[in-house]
T-cell receptor, first 111, second 111 residues
Framework: AQSVTQLDSQVPVFEEAPVELRCNYS??????LFWYVQYPNQGLQLLLKYLSGSTLVKGINGFEAEFNKSQTSFHLRKPSVHISDTAEYFC?????????FGAGTRLFVKA | DSGVTQTPKHLITATGQRVTLRCSPR?????VYWYQQSLDQGLQFLIQ???????AKGNILERFSAQQFPDLHSELNLSSLELGDSALYFC??????????FGAGTRLSVL
């Protein structure tokens, strides 16, 4: 069985500050890991993915995430956020045929 | 544009009625997934089809059913609608690799 926990439901941050959105997972099998972003009134869009190889994954819009197998984490980071990054972010884990999504983290970027 | 098309974009209906939501996956994708997103429940996986066959089932009510047709498009049927069924319904498709491309969603309002 797999599970995903996003540790923060909301993260407020000022523009140009760094941000980290935390994600922990559990799984009994090897997994693929993803971050999706959902802007208001839109569907989910793939931000980045970890399938294998380098544990530091770079995605779109300046985001990156690091896969840490020993801590079963896949935290999302951005060194300097913009107002336009305000959205909901979902961590997801895929193993076998199922993909499990976390509850989401709402990122608020303030001017 | 994700390449996944959902129709209609909005649907307003009354309690007790039945509706059908339609999804056309990205060209070449054999897997189709359905999700329900509401404010109180978050993003809930409903069901997955792969090349016409049911592959995985999530929190799908008995009043809901889905199918995937030979041309790979999928329909989600919701019957005996209740106020609590009001939500955004997303379809996603994927090829091998696990990550999913999401449609823009159908917003269902049950009055």
């Amino acid at each position: 069985a797999q599970s995903v926990t996003q540790l923060d439901s909301q993260v407020p941050v000022f523009e140009e500050a760094p941000v980290e959105l935390r994600c922990n997972y559990s799984s009994s099998v090897s997994v693929y890991l993803f971050w999706y972003v959902q802007y208001p009134n839109q569907g989910l869009q793939l931000l980045l993915k970890y399938l294998s190889g380098s544990t530091l994954v770079k995605g779109i819009n300046g985001f990156e995430a690091e896969f840490n197998k020993s801590q079963t984490s896949f935290h999302l980071r951005k060194p300097s956020v913009h107002i336009s990054d305000t959205a909901e972010y979902f961590c997801a884990v895929s193993g076998g045929f199922k993909t499990i999504f976390g509850a989401g983290t709402r990122l608020f970027v303030k001017a | 544009d994700s390449g996944v098309t959902q129709t209609p974009k909005h649907l307003i209906t009354a309690t007790g009625q039945r509706v059908t939501l339609r999804c056309s996956p990205r060209s070449g994708d054999l897997s189709v997934y359905w999700y329900q997103q509401s404010l109180d429940q978050g993003l809930q996986f409903l069901i997955q089809y792969y090349n016409g066959e049911e592959r995985a089932k999530g929190n799908i009510l008995e009043r809901f059913s889905a199918q995937q047709f030979p041309d790979l498009h999928s329909e989600l049927n919701l019957s005996s609608l209740e106020l609590g069924d009001s939500a955004l319904y997303f379809c996603a498709s994927s090829s091998r690799g696990g990550f999913q491309y999401f449609g823009a969603g159908t917003r269902l309002s049950v009055l």
